[in-house]
């Protein structure tokens, strides 16, 4: 799997600060494929921390995998901020970016 770059494992260089407080849009969260973590390890993830079925979470690791990043939720930034911050602490990659 490809890991993103050092800064996207920092939740605080992961939005600029001026959509960090615009909660009137819409935000996808980001998956990164990486070396490191199974495929178990990330389905659990997106189950525990974004309501995902098994299914679905399976699903959504095999897009990562193959596409390198795929979003797995979206929502307002007051939403997806705690979602983001706690993958990250499961030593995940993702991030946040404006759906367009």
């Keep these: 799997m490809q890991s993103p770059d050092s800064s996207a494992l920092n939740p605080d260089i992961l939005i600029e600060e001026d959509k960090a407080t615009d909660y009137g849009n819409y935000f996808q969260l980001l998956i990164w494929n990486d070396d490191i973590n199974t495929f178990d390890w990330v389905i659990k993830a997106l189950v525990d921390i974004c309501g995902h079925s098994p299914e679905q979470a399976e699903q959504c690791a095999l897009l990562v995998h193959y596409k390198?990043?795929?979003?797995?939720?979206?929502?307002?930034?007051?939403?997806?901020?705690?979602?983001?911050?706690?993958?990250?602490?499961?030593?995940?990659?993702?991030?946040i970016e404006e759906q367009s």
């Design 68 to 95: 390198g990043k795929y979003p797995v939720c979206s929502g307002t930034m007051q939403k997806l901020r705690p979602l983001c911050n706690s993958i990250l602490q499961r030593k995940i990659g993702a991030s």
